[in-house]
C-alpha cells in the first residue's frame, strides 16, 4: 500500500457525461501529480498541484480539470467524455513537488466510456 | 518541455539472463532519474533511482547507471527472473515545478 488512495477504483459512463475522479495523497505530501495511461501507452503527464495551487500543466485536454482542495486531497474533473479517454488515471503524490523525492501511486481509476 | 525517449519498447530474456534498458533525456536541468515497475493492472512502483551526483547505485540484482554528460541512463537486472517480468518507465525530473517526465515503457518478459 502506497498510502495513496483513489475512488473510485472503476468508472463506466457514457460518451457525454462528466465525471470526477479523487485522490488522497500520502499523509504529509504537499504535492499531487495526475497521470493518464492509455491502453498500451506510458505515463501522461496531466497537471500537478502543490499546497494548493496549480505546479505545472501536462498534456491536459480543455475539457479536463483538476484541483487541490485545503485539506491537500485532490479531484480531476473529466467532462464531455469521449470513446477515446477511456484510460487509467493514475494519481501520485510526493513530499515537495520535486526536489528529487519519490512519487508516489495510486491504484489508479479505470474509466471506461461507452 | 522535457522529452524522456526509452528503448527497446519490447525485451525478452531467458531467465538467468541480463536485461538492460536505456533512456535519454533532453533537459540538461534535470537531476533526479527513477525507475519504476508496472505489472499488470497494478500502480508503479520505484525500483530504483539515481541522482545526478551519482553515476551508478546498486540494489541487489539491480542496478542503474548515469551519463549527464551524455544525458542517458540505463537500468540493468541481472539474473533475470519470472518475476521480473512487467513493463519498465524510466522518468526524469524536470521543468520549474519540477514534475517527473516519463519514457514510454519497456515491456520486459522473462522466459523460463
Known amino acids: 500500500d502506497s498510502g495513496v488512495t483513489q475512488t473510485p477504483k472503476h468508472l463506466i459512463t457514457a460518451t457525454g457525461q462528466r465525471v470526477t475522479l479523487r485522490c488522497s495523497p500520502r499523509s504529509g505530501d504537499l504535492s499531487v501529480y495526475w497521470y493518464q495511461q492509455s491502453l498500451d501507452q506510458g505515463l501522461q503527464f496531466l497537471i500537478q498541484?502543490?499546497?494548493?495551487?496549480?505546479?505545472a500543466k501536462g498534456n491536459i485536454l480543455e475539457r479536463f480539470s483538476a484541483q487541490q482542495f485545503p485539506d491537500l486531497h485532490s479531484e480531476l474533473n473529466l467532462s464531455s467524455l469521449e470513446l477515446g479517454d477511456s484510460a487509467l488515471y493514475f494519481c501520485a503524490s510526493s513530499v515537495t513537488g520535486g526536489l528529487d523525492t519519490e512519487a508516489f501511486f495510486g491504484q489508479g481509476t479505470r474509466l471506461t466510456v461507452v | 518541455g522535457e522529452n524522456v525517449e526509452q528503448h527497446p519498447s519490447t525485451l525478452s530474456v531467458q531467465e538467468g539472463d541480463s536485461a538492460v534498458i536505456k533512456c535519454t533525456y533532453s533537459?540538461?536541468?534535470?537531476?533526479?532519474f527513477p525507475w519504476y515497475k508496472q505489472e499488470l493492472g497494478k500502480r508503479p512502483q520505484l525500483i530504483i533511482d539515481?541522482?545526478?551526483?551519482?553515476g551508478e547505485k546498486k540494489d541487489q540484482r539491480i542496478a542503474v547507471t548515469l551519463n549527464k554528460t551524455a544525458k542517458h541512463f540505463s537500468l540493468h537486472i541481472t539474473e533475470t527472473q519470472p518475476e521480473d517480468s512487467a513493463v519498465y518507465f524510466c522518468?526524469?525530473?524536470?521543468?520549474?515545478?519540477?514534475?517527473?517526465?516519463f519514457g514510454s515503457g519497456t515491456q520486459l518478459t522473462v522466459l523460463p
Open positions: 522518468a526524469a525530473e524536470t521543468g520549474s515545478a519540477r514534475q517527473l517526465t
Open positions: 498541484y502543490y499546497n494548493g495551487e496549480e505546479r
Open positions: 533537459d540538461s536541468a534535470s537531476n533526479y
Open positions: 539515481i541522482r545526478s551526483n551519482v
